[in-house]
Nanobody, 122 residues
Framework: QVQLVESGGGLVQAGGSLRLSCAAS????????MGWFRQAPGKDREFVAV????????VYTDSVKGRFTISRDTAKSTVYLQMNSLKPEDTAVYYC???????????????WGQGTQVTVSS
């Protein structure tokens, strides 16, 4: 089992930037695909981005392409989500996820963190 702890959320004005971090422990981080999801009030949790175990493959949901960047630092067992040009509709609780493959992470399987709140004001 892997433990995931997110940080970096907060309140930002529209057009601003935030960088989320997710620190992993417990299982071999270097072999897991890692991803980010978000859940806005009253809505289902949705996929945001995923990165392969070696960082070679990334996938984004259409609404964040060109604005968000997912990356990972194996030495620090941490995955990041750099969010630029933030919009009010990006407001949500952001969750980190981990599993053995891109497919299962995107499917919402595997381990989850507790979430970090991102609020974008207009």
């Amino acid at each position: 089992q892997v433990q995931l702890v997110e940080s970096g959320g907060g309140l930002v004005q529209a057009g601003g930037s935030l960088r989320l971090s997710c620190a992993a422990s417990g299982r071999t981080f270097s072999s897991d695909a890692m991803g980010w999801f978000r859940q806005a009030p009253g809505k289902d949790r949705e996929f945001v981005a995923v990165i392969s175990w070696n960082g070679g493959n990334t996938v984004y949901t259409d609404s964040v392409k060109g604005r968000f960047t997912i990356s990972r630092d194996t030495a620090k067992s941490t995955v990041y989500l750099q969010m630029n040009s933030l919009k009010p509709e990006d407001t949500a609780v952001y969750y980190c996820a981990a599993d053995k493959s891109l497919r299962t992470v995107v499917a919402g399987l595997g381990s989850w963190g507790q979430g970090t709140q991102v609020t974008v004001s207009s």
